[in-house]
C-alpha cells in the first residue's frame, strides 16, 4: 500500500470558473490515479510579483477552494519577500489564524536575501512547510527566480528549519549537487521533464528521505510527474516515502498543532 | 468525502493483473546512448524487458547516435541490427536521415532497401535546419516517393536544461502546413511535439494529416482533452524512452477518462494505420 500526497498543484490548467469548481475537478482527476491528497497554492491567474493586493486575492482563492474539500486537501499561503510585512500579515491570516498549512514562495524575489529571514522564522515559529521555487535555467533565470545556490544560502542561516527546494532547480543533476550537502534542504521533483535516472539520483545523492513527489498540476500531467517515482529503478519502500510519507513526516506537526488528524 | 489509502498497484496496474492484454504500440523510443547521460534502460535488452512488461507489442525505435553523428550509415546498420537482434519483433528500426550531409539520398535508399525500414526519422534542431528550406522539401519528396513514414522529433530535451555548449532550439513547424499540401501522400508524425506547440498550430497541422504522440503531452487528462480537439486519428502513444520513464507516457492512459474506442486509438488503432497507409 502507497500513500500518495502531492506537493504541488495550482488551480491554474484545469477546467472550472471558480476556485472550487477547479479543486473538484483536480481531485476527481487525482482520484484516477490513486492520489490521496493534494497541496495547493496560488490563484487564477496567479502573479509572478504579486502586490499585496494580489496576495490577498490569489490566497483568498485558494480558501475558496480548500474550504469545500477539507479532507482532500492543504493550502499553502502565497507570499512575497519585496512586501514583508504584507507577507507577515498573510501568514498570520492564512496559517496563524486559518487553515492552511504552508508557505509558498515563487519567482518575485531571489531567496538568498535577508528579507527572506523574518518570514522563514515566523513560518518556523507555526511549523508550516516552507516551499521555495528554484531553477537552473541555461536560457536565464527570471530575474526574482532563485537558483538552488541561492536556496542553501537561505538554509544556511536556518538549519533546524525545513525547507523544500521546488522543482530541484529542474537542471536536477545541477540542483541536487547543490543541495546535497544542506542536510535540512529537501527536493520537489514536480514540475519537470519526467527523465528518467532523475529520481534515482536523488534518492542516491540525498537519501529517500529528503525527497517529496509533487507534480505541479494542472499545468504538468499527474502522469508525467508520478512516472519519475514508479519508473525509478529503486526500493519500493523508498517509494512510499517519496509519495507521501516524507510530506506527512514534515507536515506533521503543524497538523498536530492544529488538531487536523489525518 | 472520505479518504483512503489507495493501493500503489492501483495507479499503476502491473501487466500480470490486466485480464486481456491489449496491443499497446510505442511510436516513440531511441535506442543507443544519449550523448550527455547514461539512461538507465539504454542497454538494449533492458529496453526491451521494460516495453514488454508494459505490455508494448511494438516499439518504434530510432537511435540517440542520430543527433551528432556524421557516419548515419553505419548508425543505421548498427540500429537494424540491435532491432534484429533483440525483441523477438518488438523493435521496428525507424532510420535516422540529415539531409544537409552530402549524399544523404543513399542513406534513405539504404533504410528503404537494405534495412527494409517503414520509416525514418528526422532531428532538424541537431542537424541545423529548418523546415522551410528547400532541402527539407526534397527529402520530403524522396521520402513520400518511397512511401516512408517521416518522423521529425521537434525536441528531444526541455531546452531549459540543455548542456550550454549544445543548445538546439526546438525545431519551428511553421511551414509545415504548407509544404505538405504540395505532398498529400507523405505520413509526418511530430515526435516531443507538445512541449512547444499548443493551440491553434496543432489543429493546422492536425488538419493536414500530421500526426502526433503524447510523450511530452502535458496538462490534467491532457490525452483526453485532446483527442476532443483533434480528427479521431491523430494521436499515438509515445513514450520517448529510455530517455523518460516508460511509465510517464503509460499512465497518461489511466489519468483522462477515455472511452473505449479512444482507448483502442490511442494504444494502436492510429500507429498501425499510419504505418500501413
Known sequence: MAMI????????????????????????????????????????????????????????????????????????????PKHVEASLAELERCVANGPMVGVKLWVAHRCSGPELDPIIQRAAELKAVIFQHTWFNVTGNLPGESTPLELVALARRHPNTPIICGHTGGDWELGLRAI????????DLAGSEPVAGYTEMAVRELGAGRVLYGSDAGGRSFSSQLGKVFGANIPESAKKLILGENLKRLMTPILKAKGIKV | MATSAIALSAALPSPAAQAKPAALIDTNVSLSRWPFRRCPLDDTPALVA???????????????????????????ARLADECARHGKGLLLPIGAINPTLPDWETDLRRCAEVHQMRGVRLHPNYHGYKLGDPLFGRFLAAATDRGLLVQIALVMEDDRTQLALAKAAPTDTAPLPALLKKFPGARVQLLNAFRTLRGKPVLDLAAVGVRFEIATLESVEG????????????????????????????????????TPAQRAALTHDNARKLLNS
Request: net charge positive.
Open chain 2, 50 to 76: 521494460k516495453l514488454r512488461a508494459h505490455g508494448v507489442t511494438q516499439a518504434w525505435a530510432g537511435t540517440f547516435d542520430a543527433l551528432l553523428h556524421k557516419d548515419l550509415t553505419t548508425a543505421n
Open chain 1, 180 to 187: 546535497r550537502g544542506q542536510r535540512n534542504l529537501y527536493a
Open chain 1, 5 to 80: 500526497w502531492d506537493l504541488h498543484c495550482h488551480l491554474s490548467g484545469v477546467d472550472g470558473k471558480t476556485p472550487e469548481k477547479r479543486m473538484a475537478q483536480l481531485i476527481t482527476i487525482a482520484g484516477r490515479m490513486g492520489i490521496e491528497r493534494l497541496c495547493v497554492y496560488m490563484g487564477m491567474p496567479w502573479a509572478r510579483d504579486p502586490s499585496p493586493e494580489d496576495l490577498r486575492r490569489e490566497n483568498d482563492q485558494v480558501l475558496q477552494a480548500i474550504g469545500k474539500f477539507p479532507d482532500r486537501t492543504f493550502g499553502f499561503v502565497y507570499l512575497n
Open chain 2, 223 to 258: 490525452a483526453g482533452n485532446l483527442l476532443k480537439q483533434l480528427p479521431p486519428d491523430r494521436l499515438c502513444f509515445g513514450s520517448h524512452a529510455p530517455f523518460y520513464y516508460f511509465e510517464s507516457a503509460k499512465l497518461k492512459l489511466q489519468e483522462s477518462d477515455l
